[in-house]
């Protein structure tokens, strides 16, 4: 067994995120050590996120995150398959989140822009947010300059 890896990387101007592709004849312990590196990686830049699931306590991917909000005195973290609930302030969470990913449209309610289908900017000034998964917000008119300028960017 070989245990060089080759390694190619293609610049790609319209890519966000990087993606890496692991092409092997057969998943061993080295692939695992380099699918951990590559997690590790990207953890310390931007860790997971504690909360409570209907499993326990989990650590939530900021990828996988679609928004944050409140909902009476709760913090909640929404993801495709569930939503869990968080122990720190909206505004500790938006220090913690990926600014490049993340963006406050009001001040009950973060978002991923990633997971954003569109924008609707109307003529009054208000933006509606609608998600992949087809589920709306909206945005307050105070967060309205930030977002464009976030759209800008």
Do not use: H
């Not at 913090?75 to 302030?89: F, G, H, K, P, S």
């Amino acid at each position: 067994m070989r245990s060089m890896v080759d390694i190619e990387v293609e610049i790609d101007r319209d890519r966000v995120d990087p993606l890496v592709k692991i092409l092997t004849k057969e998943k061993n312990e080295q692939i695992e050590r380099i699918i951990d590196a590559i997690e590790n990686v990207t953890e310390n830049d931007f860790p997971r996120i504690p909360a409570t699931g209907e499993d326990g306590l989990e650590f939530v991917s900021q990828r996988e995150i679609i928004r944050v909000y409140t909902e009476g005195r709760k913090i909640l973290i929404q993801t495709e398959d569930a939503v869990y609930v968080c122990r720190r302030t909206i505004s500790a969470l938006e220090e913690e989140l990926n600014p490049a990913r993340f963006i406050r449209i009001s001040q009950s309610e973060i978002v991923n822009v990633y997971k954003v289908k569109r924008f609707d900017i109307n003529l009054a000034g208000t933006i509606g947010v609608e998600f992949e998964n087809g589920m709306k917000s909206w945005a307050s008119r105070s967060c309205v300059r930030d977002i464009k300028r976030m759209l800008k960017a």
